[in-house]
């Protein structure tokens, strides 16, 4: 599904990314911690297609096609999810007017023609309640006023309606209380399937006791320092990063 | 296919050029140059106008000649030369008994392209409608089925011919000659204009229209509008504008009068997109334009406008709301780009008890341009409990535009309520990144922030004109992120 190699990336010619190595497989669940400051956030946009981020050398596959070329839209319309950390406010559009402009872009950009109201409206149905979702939530301006969870709780629902192929959940688990983790949580759980792949990029374990990592890798000064099962989450949990700092700088 | 960005966009749009700027060859009869009262009576002639009407074009020429032109407005442009315009230009061969059957093809193939066909209008959107090509009103629709109902809607110049004591009764009285520079200027020299009078307890059945357009370089647009809604009575009256691209400034200074008896309602609806000008600033349409309405009791008067043309556009629709319970309304939306300049709000003067007043202005500045909102709330010393709620909103993008609001606030009764909000925003980077990670491409973001910082203006539009300025704004707004 998802190849990176030797990935270096800078922003204002600061170098955030030095030689990321990583793959990801359909079916797959990957975690990314570190520290605050490791890249992290940086290697989720820079996956996305963000314009800010200028990628030096290596290169990012989606299912074997190089995506240096394409624009951060056309990346989505290919099947690049990313659930943001900070999802940010329009004013004046509802959820479900922004929801539909996104799917109908996709589906243009794919040759199709826009989906039916009828369709439409069956699909947001479905997808709000299995997210939880209040109907009246739905005619809202966009992340306008709403709190921390309700914003990772639309960030979630658009995932749902926009059906990824590889979904990347940048802190996801931040600014949430434990129900609303668990509805979040839950939501990613049944969107998961042997055709997708996710990778959750967290700072802290909790997040990782409802989705459950097939592989986990730690972020540090911009390389993946080490990488290992769902047991090295619990380590980090338990001993923080600094063992990791002391082996790298060593 | 390398990334395309929006400095790409950007420079692939600078290259787009203004969708209706096209010219249409029509054979016109235009009047030489310059003015002075022989050109004012020669108007005044070629119209076939009584004597009252003559005199009293004479009169606003002199307080006219008089006067200065108005430079307390937010705006910097080259003063036009007024005698350097012609002041009356008619597409030829124009016959009073015209049918649309007898228009020139040219015309009507000139209305398609601004996708308004008449016969298309008078089929499908249930809109009656008088076309101003440069200064001469060439067909007005449905007029039939208006009169059955006892509705004038015709050009002024036809109103002053056939129902002379409406036009006398009301003509000036709300914005008189003298009222300023541009209002006299307009008053000694209108060519045309819609009139329209809705009788007593008459609700019009469809939205009525005047479509306007400048088409002959070199002239000034004057267009004069008279709308009068008797006791009881209801009109939806819809205003668009276009003019082609021209390398000079070309001059539009119309004056609209509205008179809402007592417990008529006027709803006015302007999509006013001139020719702005192209990306260096030169040409563009000079927008200066004198609107106002009278309420009398228990009456009612919306003016909602979606302002995207001109190079300058100074225009502040008002109302006087004189009977007690009158309500005044002022939905604005106005956009600028590359070099325009706007300055645009309303004036609401209260005069009766319980008078009420609503005030909606979103400006979004784009480019270099200059955005300002004005206006004015003034509470009569008699007004008890007058209420005003004001909101100005302005949207920034890039580094090199301005917004500016001045409000004025001049209550002489202490029982007022006035309340205003205001806010700034910028279109960030951040949004539209965020839109193109679910797929939306940057244009569409724009129109789509655009179009929700709009939607408390966009509502109050009637239904087939809010699709139309929702694509207006799209237009005027594309590749204007930086």
Not at chain 1, 121 to 146: A, H, T, W, Y
Not at chain 2, 428 to 447: H, L, P, S, V, W
Request: some cysteine.
């Amino acid at each position: 599904m998802l190849q990176i190699k030797d990935l270096h990336a800078s922003v204002e010619d600061k170098p955030i990314l030095r030689g990321i190595n990583l793959e990801v497989k359909a079916g797959e669940v990957h975690a990314i911690m570190g520290p605050n400051g490791s890249g992290k956030s940086t290697l989720a946009s820079v996956i996305a297609g963000k314009e800010e981020y200028e990628v030096e050398k290596g290169e990012i596959l989606l299912n074997g096609e190089d995506l240096e070329d394409l624009a951060a839209e056309e990346r989505a319309h290919k099947g690049i999810f990313l659930s943001f950390q900070y999802p940010v406010e329009i004013p004046g559009v509802s959820v479900t007017n922004f929801i539909k402009t996104a799917i109908n872009s996709t589906r243009k950009a794919k040759g199709l023609a826009d989906m039916p109201a009828k369709d439409m409206l069956k699909m947001i149905r479905e997808k709000s309640e299995m997210l939880e979702i209040d109907r009246k939530f739905l005619s809202r301006s966009l992340n306008v006023g709403f709190s921390g969870g309700e914003k990772k709780r639309n960030e979630i629902f658009q995932m749902a309606m926009l059906e990824p192929k590889l979904a990347i959940l940048d802190e996801t688990d931040s600014g949430l209380d434990i129900d609303a983790l668990r509805i979040v949580a839950n939501g990613v759980n049944k969107l998961k399937s042997k055709d997708n792949a996710v990778v959750l990029i967290t700072h802290y374990q909790r997040l990782l006791d409802y989705i459950k990592p097939d592989f986990v890798h730690v972020l540090y000064n911009g390389r993946i320092v080490k990488s290992g099962g769902p047991e090295l989450a619990h380590e980090l949990e338990e001993k923080g990063y600094d063992w990791i700092k002391e082996e790298v700088d060593a | 296919m390398s990334k395309y960005t929006e400095d790409d966009l950007r420079e692939e749009l600078k290259t787009k050029e203004y969708e209706y700027g096209f010219y249409t060859d029509i054979e016109s009869e235009t009047f030489p140059i310059g003015l002075n009262e022989d050109i004012v009576r020669a108007i005044s002639k070629k119209k076939n106008e009584p004597e009252w009407m003559t005199a009293w074009r004479l009169e606003a020429f002199k307080v006219w000649q008089s006067m200065e032109e108005p430079d307390w407005a937010n705006v910097n442009y080259k003063k036009p030369d007024f005698q350097a315009i012609a002041y009356y230009s008619a597409p030829k061969a124009i016959d009073p008994n015209k049918t649309l059957d007898d228009v020139d093809p040219d015309l009507l193939a000139m209305y398609k392209k601004l996708g308004i066909s008449v016969d298309e209008q008078k089929k499908m959107n249930n809109v009656a409608m008088d076309i101003v090509v440069d200064s001469v009103s060439v067909a007005t629709t449905f007029k039939k089925t208006l009169g059955e109902k006892g509705i004038i809607f015709m050009p002024i110049s036809e109103a002053i011919q056939e129902h002379p004591e409406l036009v006398r009764k009301y003509i000036g009285t709300i914005v008189p000659t003298k009222d300023n520079f541009y209002a006299a200027l307009n008053s000694a020299v209108f060519s045309d204009g819609s009139f329209c009078y809705i009788p007593k307890g008459v609700k019009c059945p469809m939205e009525l229209s005047t479509y306007f357009r400048i088409n002959e370089g070199g002239t000034g647009q004057f267009e004069r509008t008279l709308v009068i809604a008797d006791e009881g009575s209801y009109v939806s009256y819809l205003e668009g504008c276009t003019a082609p691209s021209r390398d000079e400034n070309q001059l539009h200074a119309a004056v609209v009068e509205l008179i809402a008896l007592d417990d008529a309602e006027i709803k006015y609806s302007t999509v006013q997109n001139w020719y702005p000008g192209n990306d260096k600033g030169v040409g563009g349409v000079y927008n200066f334009v004198t609107k106002r309405g009278l309420c009398e009791k228990n009456a009612k008067i919306s003016w909602t406008q979606v302002e995207t043309g001109s190079a300058v556009t100074w225009k502040y629709p008002s109302c006087i709301l004189k009977g007690d319970n009158s309500v005044g309304e002022f939905y604005s939306i106005a956009v600028t780009n590359n070099y325009q300049q706007a300055d645009t709000g309303t004036k609401m003067i209260h005069l009766g008890k319980n008078t009420k007043s609503t005030i909606i202005s979103k400006g979004i500045s784009a480019g270099k341009s200059q955005n300002s909102y004005r206006g004015l709330v003034q509470v009569g010393s008699r007004a008890e409990n007058a209420r005003n709620f004001s909101q100005c909103d302005s949207l920034l993008m890039g580094n090199e535009c301005g917004a500016h609001t001045f409000p004025y606030i001049e209550a002489n009764n202490k029982s007022a309520m006035i309340e205003h909000e205001a806010t700034t925003s910028k279109i960030g980077e951040d949004q539209i990144f965020y839109c193109n990670q679910r797929g939306i491409d940057t244009e569409k973001a724009i129109a789509l922030i655009v179009n929700g910082f709009s939607k408390d203006v966009l509502n109050k539009l009637p239904m087939e004109f809010a699709v139309e300025a929702q694509k207006l704004l799209e237009i005027s707004l594309e590749g204007s992120v930086g």
